[in-house]
């Protein structure tokens, strides 16, 4: 029996384990690029405004001969509109039947309201929690000390790990701490998949990922984006059209820009990101259109995605 032969028959005689793992914290904390970094790939948008990522994202990292399935939530915050309210819904019902919840903080020596809300779901849920303090590459050592002391107080976690999701910064001991609350058997998803999402809608989210980066106050917060064709052609290009959603007249002047300026820019930040993803060329076609109040519509809600899980 040549060697890879019986690597392959070792490899396939060792148990596989996975774990489900849920990521929640207030808006801005770091999920998503934590998200991302565990990854190696871009799965979920980011940006440095807050409520950022709206429906919970499943991401797939193996590890050795384990699998975490990483629910990326929203923002924990104090919801303003039906949208709003489903955001926090999802976060609440992420913190329950999982094999361990990560609370990501930053390095403020405060326990805010989001943390204590979200310990107290914790504590409801009997689940294991670690704490995650990120962005430990803007703190010094005595600082990290105090909100470490800090939250120890707040709640018995299984272990406070300090992080740095943008340099990477204890990623590995991350990891290697979660697989404690790997379960053996069968992994949960095809070793090959990186994410539940599917194309179309992590194309509309890499256009609104664009909308949140070239657009000022409440305006991106109040947009939502449909992808209304995607088909591939024979030599592998992809057409695109996506509907660009606002709640006023003004926002949709705001958003084409003069001359249509401004969407012409979104449209092509867009599609860069959307060919890295799908490894091959897009032709991107962009409209804008108002809906109203939409973020306290329940039809449309419904329509744009954000239904209980």
């Not at 104090?78 to 949208?83: A, C, D, E, F, N």
């Not at 939250?151 to 299984?158: E, Q, R």
């Not at 998803?189 to 999402?197: A, E, L, S």
Request: hydrophobic share 40%; with cysteine; aromatic share 4%.
């Amino acid at each position: 029996m040549s060697l890879s032969s019986s690597l392959a028959m070792w490899l396939r005689s060792v148990p596989t384990k996975s774990a489900m793992i849920t990521i929640c914290g207030r808006p801005n904390a770091g999920k998503s690029t934590l998200t991302n970094a565990l990854v190696g790939e871009k799965v979920a948008i980011v940006s440095p405004k807050p409520q950022t990522t709206r429906n919970r994202i499943t991401a797939i990292v193996n590890h050795r001969d384990t699998q975490f399935a990483l629910l990326d939530t929203p923002g924990f915050h104090k919801p303003k509109t039906r949208l709003g309210d489903y955001m926090v819904s999802v976060v609440r019902e992420s913190v329950a039947d999982v094999d361990c919840v990560l609370l990501m903080v930053e390095p403020v020596a405060s326990v805010g309201p989001q943390e204590e809300a979200l310990i107290e779901r914790i504590k409801q849920s009997g689940v294991p929690a670690i704490l995650l303090i990120n962005k430990i590459d803007t703190v010094d050592k005595a600082r990290l000390l105090e909100v470490m002391a800090i939250y120890s107080a707040a709640h018995d976690f299984d272990a406070i790990l300090p992080i740095s999701a943008k340099t990477g910064d204890g990623l590995d001991e991350l990891l290697n701490e979660l697989e404690k609350y790997a379960v053996e058997g069968p992994h949960l998803f095809p070793d090959d998949m990186i994410t539940d999402q599917p194309e179309r809608q992590i194309c509309a989210e890499l256009v609104r990922e664009k909308l949140l980066k070239c657009l000022d106050k409440e305006i991106p917060h109040g947009t939502a984006v449909e992808v209304t064709k995607f088909s591939e052609r024979e030599n592998g290009i992809i057409d695109l059209e996506v509907t660009i959603f606002c709640e006023k007249d003004s926002h949709k002047g705001i958003i084409i820009g003069k001359k249509g300026a401004l969407l012409k820019k979104i449209g092509e930040l867009a599609r860069l990101d959307i060919e890295a993803f799908m490894g091959t060329k897009v032709n991107l076609q962009t409209w804008v259109k108002v809906k109203e109040n939409w973020r306290d519509s329940m039809a449309s809600l419904r329509n744009f995605g954000f239904t209980e899980q």
